[in-house]
């Protein structure tokens, strides 16, 4: 008999699936026939939409080529009535018009999975699909901004190699660690020959000793350093270089690195020379010249200068500082006084001709000597007098005299010619201004670059300057005036095509013989491009600081063997407090974290650059306010930082840590809280023990999970029996049905119970028992477990019940259980069927017994379903099937389990049949659920070995023409690098790796294709062994090894031969490879036979295994525990995969330093015994190999 199942509640179940589902027809047109709710809701179209129409009709698609790919998906599941996954599609949906109409953008993910008919027929196809567009979106997203990280970074690296200046760094301590190409190609030297301080080697003789005192100094006070010196070129000539460098600081101000760039300004310095040669020449010149020169100042008329000839004119008295009235008696008599004070007061000047001096010195032997001159008034910037020059020649020799001072006036003025196109030659902005900062001269150059006219360039100079620097620019000149001392600044100055550029301007003061200033000289020169740069490492850093700073992490980095703090994350420092510094040891900031032995684990990391990890590990740090230790427990690691080119000692450490404290310590209440629990748990359970009644406690399943030892004593059955499956047999044949229907009733209401039902004691008599149940509830009202007892009350029952006991039990039985019970005839017809049958079917009885029920079984189902029954009926053996009835609640058919049993005379004739069916849909369908799950499990897994092969094949072939092009450039090309070899070796390693790398991936598919392509077969181990070892000892490390076979007690294994192989190479090689140095190898191999399952024994007396650190590592791909031999790390991970593929285990027993041993458990392996060969030992035989 088979209860229906409504076609409703499928149609439902499917709408209602979490998941984007379209049902489609398998017709030409691809008709939708139905989808889940969750893929209307994707698609933007609802059901009425879409069901009925063609696939492409009711999608249409804007790109044909995409859909030709979903329909090839299709097609193929058509055809090969297989499951297909597509690969990733653009298919664009149409948006509602109620969303602003047109196509939105969408990428998809599907699976399209046949549906077959019980006939063999197409009769869906079901297409999965998954919205990836955020997913697509974001890596296309990330691989832009990975292709732009990547570009800024190579125009980065361009820049600063391209650049025509020299650029370099140096560390806090001014050791050089970078020079960019244009300082070592204007050197001629290597990266390494200018690091640390080989860079002073090319400085000239002459300007070191002032290099190191300027540099000294700026690394003493951490000022900007600028120095101009002569560097050797690649070609040996000295050059002029202009070499500025800034420091750059951290966040706490401190130091940690310096940037410097060195500018060729040989051509200017030679210009700059020949000025001063000039200005020598023309101090020279005021010297020797043939005239009396001496200029007046104020209207006191005071000496500030007076050239030789002039005091040897006036003599001794002739001294600066003194009036003129003073040093010639007869200046006022000779009415020159008064000329100055009109030449001083109208500032217009005087010629003298011819004028007579008497007076000694100046006349000799009383004969006078004339003179020509003039009083030239001298103004300052603001046109006010300041004095009076005064010049004089001797005019003697007129004619001589005048031709001569002609000749120096012309040789003056082509000097000041020269110095003019000299200033605006040079590829710098010049100006001078007065004392007040008006602007007197602007060169060329800055004309040209702001394409201001000279005119504006003077009187408006900073109206280029960006308006974000003009009042500073104002404040650092006033500054410099009112300090009467040099100034610098940077600003944005206004090229004339509008952009702005950094330019770095340095003034400097005349002044004159009292310290004011008379005039302003500066430059500017155009640093933008330096500018940007450092704009840019600056944001580079002030990133990463930020990046790192949030990280929810104890972050720091140690330098060098002693491990000296570079780096300290916030974190770090609040943990740790102030005692811990940037440069200072570990063992001396931290000396509480030494005595633990943490710094001898960084030792180990920093000699052999393995990495070091532990998990919740104990560490007591000292708290910074209080000053105690205090435990607290971390999940960190430990990992080497490489050395940066050309520096050994920047070799450090990265310390990586999670502060899980809180976690241990609930952890650690949570098992403390366990254990007590668990005794209070055990008092109780001494304490039910002691009562006069079984106790129990059943999961929400109705699974026994615990009863007391009185269930023993009653039913005489001992420790160790299936109470599950024993209990229900030992219940009264009449009493079953009711209970079940008590348990389920409790069960779907979550309700106490409470039931009598007979039990069989020991001595065969059957006792009425009280059955009390409470269930103990979880938060969401569902049960966790059942709690009850069972209690004899056999004599109150049968004093109580002895007159209706029959007829209770069956009417009880047949009207309270849930499911649909029965009876019938010999003959297999119904003769009766209690009144679930119309609640679930809603078919009056009395119809059923009358016309039968197959109406209700779906049409394909009706002739399996009899047929199993009339077989039933006619052999009387109980009678079980599965089948489906249409269910009167929503006409849909339903799963249902339908058992009966007959029920014989004395004579084991049937006389009656009792029947009951069972509503088992919910866990049909989830049986259902649970085998496509698998099917898909296994897909994936199977896609995932193919992948692995896939990848490992496709890569052989490209390693093997990398190692061919290697081997070719080894043959043919020569290297006068010293390095060479050393590179050649480590591209020999690193190929070597990839191989083995490669292989091993491709041995762990192969492991699980033997296990499902190749049979099983018996191979006898000792043979077998024997053979391995002998592979072993051709190469050197199998020498002297001694072995020890036994295999009495399993002689033979039923297995895949290459499996066993891959088992017994690897242990064997692995005791080899892996032996201690002071003693020689014994390797005892052997087999032990354990419940009947085999077990395979390896044990070697080799270096050992820490359990204690590696055990969860252990069976761990690429996981290695040695280090002193090549390995991959891939055995022990393909031994154990092989012993899981039988369903077996690998235990491991191994102690540091005396050995290991393995035990292969391999259940379903046992193989015949072979026959014993003649000359064969019976008993265990040691054999030395």
């Not at 500032?347 to 001709?353: D, S, V």
């Not at 610098?488 to 509008?498: C, I, N, S």
């Not at 030792?603 to 209080?626: C, H, K, S």
């Not at 895949?1056 to 390797?1083: C, G, M, T, W």
Request: with cysteine.
């Amino acid at each position: 008999m088979v209860p229906p199942t409504a076609l409703s509640d499928y149609l439902a179940l499917f709408r209602h699936l979490p998941g984007n589902y379209l049902l489609l027809a398998p017709d030409a047109a691809l008709t939708i026939v139905d989808n889940t709710e969750r893929h209307a809701a994707v698609a933007m179209k609802s059901r009425a939409e879409v069901a009925g129409r063609p696939l492409f009709e009711a999608f249409p698609a804007a790109d044909q080529n995409e859909a030709e790919v979903l329909r090839a998906s299709i097609e193929h599941v058509r055809r090969s009535r297989e499951p297909h996954t597509m690969p990733l599609i653009r298919y664009d949906l149409e948006r509602p018009a109620a969303l602003g109409g047109g196509l939105e953008e969408r990428y998809w993910q599907a699976t399209h999975y046949p549906i077959i008919g019980d006939d063999g027929a197409l009769r869906y196809i079901l297409q999965q699909t998954e919205d990836v567009t955020e997913r697509h979106l974001a890596e296309q997203r990330a691989r832009l901004a990975q292709q732009n990280l990547a570009e800024s970074q190579e125009q980065i690296r361009f820049m600063l190699e391209a650049l025509p200046l020299m650029l370099w760094t140096t560390r806090a301590d001014g050791t050089a660690d970078y020079q960019n190409p244009g300082w070592l190609r204007f050197t001629g030297r290597t990266l390494a020959q200018a690091q640390e301080w080989g860079w002073l080697d090319d400085i000239h003789p002459d300007d070191r000793a002032a290099v190191n005192e300027a540099w000294r100094l700026a690394l003493a006070h951490g000022t900007d350093y600028q120095v101009e010196y002569r560097l050797r070129r690649y070609d040996g000539q000295y050059r002029w270089l202009l070499v500025q460098a800034v420091p750059r600081r951290s966040a706490d101000g401190g130091i940690t690195s310096w940037v410097g760039t060195g500018t060729d300004i040989h051509a200017q310095k030679l210009s700059q020379q020949q000025v001063n040669d000039k200005d020598r020449e023309l101090q020279q010149i005021l010297r020797l010249l043939p005239a009396y020169v001496a200029t007046l100042q104020g209207p006191e008329h005071i000496y500030t200068f007076v050239n030789e000839r002039s005091r040897e004119l006036l003599g001794p008295s002739a001294e600066l500082g003194r009036p003129a009235a003073q040093v010639l008696p007869d200046l006022q008599p000779s009415g020159l006084a008064l000329i100055l004070d009109q030449v001083y007061r109208t500032q217009q000047p005087y010629a003298l001709e011819e004028l007579p001096v008497s007076t000694p010195p100046a006349a000799t032997a009383g004969q006078p000597r004339y003179f020509d001159g003039v009083f030239q008034p001298l103004t300052d910037e603001q046109g006010q007098s300041t004095g009076v020059l005064v010049f004089g020649v001797d005019v003697t020799r007129r004619v001589q005299a005048k031709q001569r001072a002609a000749e120096l006036q012309e040789e003056v003025r082509q000097q000041n010619e020269q110095f003019r196109l000299l200033v605006e030659s040079l590829p710098l902005y010049v100006y001078i201004t007065d004392a007040a900062g008006r602007m007197l001269y602007v060169n060329p150059q800055r004309q040209a670059y702001t394409g201001q006219d000279l005119a504006s360039a003077l009187a408006h100079w900073d109206e280029p300057v960006h308006p974000d620097d003009t009042a500073r620019m104002r404040q650092l000149f006033a500054e410099g005036r009112r300090l009467h001392r040099p100034w610098r600044g940077e600003y944005r100055l206004r090229r004339h095509d509008g952009t702005y550029r950094w330019v770095l301007t340095h003034a400097v003061p005349l002044l004159d013989a009292q310290g004011q200033v008379q005039r302003w000289y500066g430059s500017s020169v155009d640093i933008d491009d330096q500018k940007r740069l450092q704009q840019r490492l600056e944001e580079q850093d002030e990133q990463l600081r930020r990046m790192l700073h949030t990280l929810p992490a104890i972050i720091n980095t140690m330098e060098g063997p002693e491990h000296r703090y570079t780096y300290l994350s916030p974190q770090m420092q609040a943990l740790v407090g102030e005692r811990v510094q940037l440069g200072r040891r570990v063992v001396d900031a931290q000396p509480e974290v030494a005595a633990q032995g943490f710094v001898e684990v960084l030792d180990r990391v920093y000699q052999t650059g393995e990495p070091f990890a532990a998990l919740e590990q104990r560490v007591d740090i000292r708290v910074p306010e209080t000053g105690q230790l205090e435990t607290r427990f971390f999940n960190f690691s430990y990992q080497l930082l490489p050395e940066l080119a050309g520096r050994p000692a920047s070799r450090g450490i990265l310390s990586f840590a999670l502060d899980v404290t809180e976690q241990v310590r609930d952890r650690q209440r949570a098992e403390q809280l366990q254990a007590e629990v668990t005794r209070q748990a055990m008092q109780l359970r001494r304490m039910t023990e002691a009562l006069p009644a079984i106790s129990f406690i059943l999961s929400p399943d109705m699974r026994l999970e615990y009863f007391s030892p009185q269930w023993h004593q009653l039913t005489g059955y001992p420790p160790g029996t299936d109470a599950d499956a024993v209990w229900p047999t030992l219940i009264h044949p009449d009493d079953r049905p009711r209970a079940y229907a008590t348990y389920a009733r409790a069960i779907a209401q979550n309700t106490p119970l409470e039931f009598e039902y007979r039990l069989l004691h020991h001595d065969g008599q059957y006792r009425w028992q009280v059955c009390r149940a409470v269930p103990e509830l979880g938060p969401d009202g569902q049960a966790l477990r059942w709690y009850g007892t069972v209690v004899d009350h056999h004599e109150q029952k049968e004093l109580r019940d002895e007159l209706l006991r029959s007829e209770a039990r069956f009417r009880f039985m047949a009207e309270s259980i849930p499911q649909v019970v029965w009876t019938a005839r010999p003959d297999g017809r119904l003769d009766y069927l209690n009144q679930r049958w119309t609640e679930v079917t809603g078919v009056p009885v009395e119809q059923a017994l009358r016309q039968g029920y197959d109406e209700l079984v779906p049409p394909a189902e009706r002739l399996p379903l009899r047929r199993k029954y009339l077989t039933s009926i006619a052999s009387g053996e109980p009678y079980e099937q599965e089948g489906r009835l249409r269910s009167a609640h929503d006409g849909q058919f339903r799963w249902y389990l339908h058992r009966a049993t007959p029920m014989r005379n004395a004579a084991g004739e049937v006389v009656k049949w009792f029947g009951t069916s069972t509503d088992i849909h919910d866990f049909k369908q989830a049986q259902q659920l649970l085998q496509a799950q698998n099917a898909q499990l296994t897909s994936i897994n199977q896609d995932l070995d193919n992948f692995v092969y896939t990848a490992s094949h496709d890569l052989k072939q490209p390693v093997n023409n990398m190692a061919g092009i290697f081997e070719e450039l080894m043959r043919t090309a020569h290297f006068d690098d010293p390095a060479a070899h050393e590179l050649r070796g480590m591209f020999e390693r690193a190929m070597h790796q990839m191989h083995d790398t490669i292989q091993d991936l491709s041995d762990v598919v192969q492991v699980q294709r033997r296990h499902e392509q190749l049979p099983a077969e018996p191979l006898e181990l000792r043979p077998f062994a024997e053979e391995i070892i002998r592979s072993l000892q051709e190469p050197a490390g199998g020498r002297g090894a001694s072995f020890t076979l036994d295999f009495d007690a399993v002689p033979a294994l039923q297995f895949v031969r290459p499996n066993l192989q891959s088992i017994f190479y690897n242990l064997l090689s692995n005791a080899l490879k892996y032996r201690h140095p002071d003693r020689e190898p014994v390797v005892r191999v052997a087999t032990e036979l354990v419940d009947n399952e085999p077990v395979l024994v390896v044990q070697d007396n080799g270096l050992g295994i820490d359990l204690a650190r590696h055990g969860p590592e252990l069976f761990q791909m690429f996981r290695r525990f040695h280090d002193h031999v090549e390995g991959s790390g891939m055995g022990l991970y393909l031994v154990n995969r092989i012993v899981q593929q039988l369903g077996g285990r690998l235990s491991v027993e191994s102690v540091v330093n005396e050995g290991t041993t393995f035990r292969l458990h391999l259940p379903g392996t046992l193989a015949p015994r072979p026959q014993p060969a003649v000359a064969q030992s019976v008993a265990a035989e040691e054999q030395a190999l």
